[in-house]
């Protein structure tokens, strides 16, 4: 008898994970973090001691609460979820974008958002081997309605991601635009509000309005990525459904308890943040006085710029050689060539950008 071919990568990974790129981390030890939205600002000693107390009452030996009652319970409360819309939380938004994208699946199923937008939506569809398109967004990125409608009647997406505001381009989309989209979609419209700190706009009050409509908020760029936490909110039928793609113990003891927590404590997060709008326009401003610089205007937590043409790489590599690292989010012949995303810092922070970024045009 012969001996079976050993199996390997290439013949059992399917074809459409074996093609997908990694979603690659850039190492930032040494760096000023300025790459990944993250709030700058640890809590106030008090705040911390205070939170400790509440971990050493918890308990490890047992599993986490499966429905999350409590923190779902402290979300509805602190941010005002409509008494009739149902919660799903996820391991970070990107397990919601998972089970969303998992659950509407099927190999032709279209998965649709613009571009340029956040990367996960491509990557975790291009895994489930479902198509995506991305419908091009105008050259100011705001909404192309005539675009996008048409791009809905011919590809009749099974659910359509619109991040308010986007990422990586910082703007919020025209309201009546995104109205249109939704009125016009055959699937789900997924509003993700990640940025809804820092913009003070969000679908959430009206998420009843459209009977396929969900919002999707994270506590990530609040100040809380180490956690991992997002969450729907939608209809009880959509997030009921949903619901089952969810392993029973996503959110972990330690997120509930600490998530809890921080909500409970939402003035000094919501402080925050609006410390960090209010120094984005600083740094804006500060940003549009540099020679060549195209600084697009922003209403969340970072700001998307673009340099001299065919300078993109050694403004990035200067920078990150002075101890910032930003986000390279330039591609040849794409809309985002020749551009970097720097998020909004600490003064200190900014301060340490601006010079060298000055050095880097210079
Ligand atoms: C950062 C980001 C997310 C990811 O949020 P997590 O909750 O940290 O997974 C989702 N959507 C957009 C638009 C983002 O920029």
Same mark, same amino acid.
């Given at each position: 008898?012969?001996? $079976?071919?050993?199996?390997? *990568? ?32 640890? /809590? ?6 205070? /939170? ?11 599993? *986490? ?13 602190? &941010?005002?979820? $409509?008494?009739?819309?149902?919660l799903l939380l996820g ?5 919601l ?21 956040? @990367? ?15 419908? $091009? ?7 192309? *309605? %005539? ?20 990422? $990586? ?50 506590? %990530? ?10 969450f729907l909110?939608?209809?009880?039928? /959509?997030l009921?459904?949903l619901d089952?793609?969810r ?59 673009? @340099? ?20 390279? @989010? ?11 995303? @720097? ?10 950008? &601006? ?8």
């Amino acid at each position: 008898m012969s001996q $079976p071919t050993p199996v390997t *990568p290439d013949t059992l990974i399917r074809p459409e994970v074996r093609a997908l790129g990694a979603y690659r981390v850039v190492d930032a030890t040494g760096l000023v973090k300025l790459d990944a939205m993250e709030n700058p600002y640890p /809590w106030p000693g008090d705040l911390t001691d205070a /939170w400790l107390a509440r971990l050493r009452d918890t308990q490890l030996n047992r599993y *986490p609460d499966p429905a999350a009652a409590e923190l779902k319970q402290r979300l509805r409360e602190t &941010l005002q979820i $409509p008494a009739g819309a149902e919660l799903l939380l996820g391991n970070g938004s990107d397990e919601l974008i998972q089970i969303l994208i998992t659950a509407v699946g099927g190999r032709e199923a279209v998965v649709m958002s613009v571009d340029p937008s956040f @990367v996960m939506y491509r990557q975790i569809a291009g895994g489930l081997g479902m198509r995506y398109v991305g419908v $091009p967004l105008t050259a100011d990125f705001q909404l192309d *309605p %005539s675009a996008t409608l048409t791009a809905i009647e011919q590809h009749r997406p099974r659910v359509v991601f619109l991040a308010y505001p986007n990422n $990586p381009t910082g703007n919020l989309f025209d309201i009546a635009a995104v109205r249109e989209i939704i009125a016009a979609t055959p699937g789900l419209v997924v509003l993700d509000e990640a940025y809804s700190a820092f913009s003070g706009k969000s679908f959430l009050g009206r998420v009843l309005d459209h009977p396929n409509l969900l919002v999707m908020r994270t506590v %990530s760029k609040l100040g809380l990525a180490g956690l991992r936490l997002g969450f729907l909110v939608g209809r009880p039928d /959509w997030l009921s459904q949903l619901d089952k793609l969810r392993l029973p113990y996503n959110i972990n003891t330690l997120t509930q308890v600490s998530a809890e927590f921080a909500l409970s404590n939402m003035g000094v997060l919501e402080q925050q943040a609006r410390k960090i709008a209010a120094d984005r326009e600083g740094l804006a401003a500060a940003m549009a006085a540099l020679p060549g610089l195209t600084v697009f205007p922003s209403q969340a937590n970072f700001i998307l710029f673009r @340099v001299p043409r065919g300078t993109v790489d050694v403004v990035f590599e200067g920078l990150r050689a002075r101890g910032i690292l930003v986000k390279n @989010v330039s591609a040849a012949g794409s809309a985002l060539n020749d551009c970097l995303r @720097v998020t909004v810092g600490s003064p200190a922070e900014t301060a340490g950008f &601006l010079q060298a970024l000055t050095k880097c045009l210079a």
